[in-house]
């Protein structure tokens, strides 16, 4: 049997082509896709000059955000008809911009009854890795004043989940026009321009002490630079963007001392035991909790990947999330 997958052929270049669905084995599931979601990591993925890892050669890669059907299961627990939030991480033989995925259990998250629509649901992988973060090195935010660096769909989930735990000020900044407008239905207190008026932003929020807590959401060599200037005295920072390039990022090693900082960075939500920050971030949105649906924007089908790529790296026609449905 024949499916579409996409492929990136080189750097800046991701196609979509037939290739042979691979059949599950024991200890895995064969799952169709019924939505899938471009992250900004898919985007640095094919547009940075970080080499590709050498999982990206399997079909439907480097895409990791889906939900889905299952067809056909080898699994104890999992049955045809079970709808699945799909997390395909390095082990996974296929990724999730594909009509089907051939999955591991450990990838795999199922979705409990609800009328909440499968778009939505589908916004719990990004919003999961987010949590995960925010657990990693707890900071008491409660009274104090934050800032979150970029408001794609991790932006926006870190500025909900800071607001949510207390936080009096939330300073946000993005590139984007439509992203910063839509920043203030997650929390947002004050939606600003990347760049120098970030800057002057939180020195004026903040009587030029900078902020308590900042996250990096971005993860371009100007944010990672900027970054540091933004944080006050035993200020907090999370680093959560991924890079796009290898080379070195200068910053105010001055400022980052003085100011006695505390950073660190986050990756590998799938290590996370029985993936319980995918399952929480879930459960907010089926308990309506959060309202995740300012969020998508565009949809595309999978045959249009290219296209869905352009806009989710250029903010083309004021894109913030980036679907494809099958």
């Keep these: 049997m024949k499916m579409r997958a996409s492929r990136v052929v080189k750097q800046h270049q991701i196609v979509c082509e037939k290739t042979d669905v691979l059949e599950p084995v024991a200890g895995e599931a064969l799952v169709k ?12 993925s094919v547009h940075s000059d970080v080499p590709f890892k050498p999982h990206y050669a399997n079909p439907g890669t480097p895409g990791h955000e889906g939900i889905g059907y299952v067809e056909e299961s080898r699994i104890d627990g999992y049955k045809k008809g079970d709808l699945i939030l799909t997390i395909p ?5 296929t990724g999730t911009f594909c009509d089907y995925q051939t999955i591991l259990p450990k990838y ?11 778009e ?3 916004m719990a992988q ?7 973060a925010l657990r990693q090195l707890p900071v008491d935010v409660v009274g104090k004043t ?5 408001q794609g769909s991790a932006g926006a989930f870190f500025a909900w989940s800071l607001k949510r735990a207390g936080a009096a000020k939330v300073i946000a900044s993005d590139k984007s026009d439509s992203r910063l407008a839509m920043s203030r239905h997650f929390g947002v207190d004050v939606p600003v321009k990347a760049g120098k008026d970030a800057y002057q932003a939180v020195m004026d929020h903040t009587g030029g002490k900078g ?9 371009n060599s100007e944010a990672l630079a900027q970054s540091i200037g933004l944080i006050g005295l035993d200020g907090h920072g999370l680093f959560f963007g991924q890079p796009m390039t290898t080379e070195l990022v200068p910053f105010n090693f001055h400022d980052f001392q003085r100011r006695r900082m505390t950073i660190n960075s986050h990756t590998e939500t799938l290590r996370e035991p029985n993936l319980l920050s995918f399952k929480y971030a879930l459960d907010l949105i089926v308990s309506r909790q959060i309202d995740v649906s300012p969020l998508i924007s565009h949809t595309f089908s999978l045959d ?7 806009y989710a790296s250029t903010y083309k026609d004021n894109a913030r999330k980036v679907c494809l449905k099958f």
């Excluded at 991480?89 to 033989?93: A, L, S, T």
């Excluded at 934050?146 to 970029?150: A, H, S, T």
Aim: aromatic letters at 8%.
């Design 33 to 44: 896709t019924a939505w899938a979601a471009l992250c900004g990591s898919d985007v640095h």
């Design 89 to 93: 991480g390095y082990q996974n033989r």
């Design 108 to 118: 795999m998250v199922k979705v409990p009854e609800t009328d909440v629509p499968l």
């Design 120 to 122: 939505q649901l589908l």
């Design 126 to 132: 990004q919003f999961g890795t987010t949590i995960y």
């Design 146 to 150: 934050v800032m979150v660096m970029g």
């Design 211 to 219: 902020v308590d807590y900042l996250v990096e959401a971005v993860g």
């Design 304 to 310: 249009e990947i290219e296209k869905a790529m352009d």
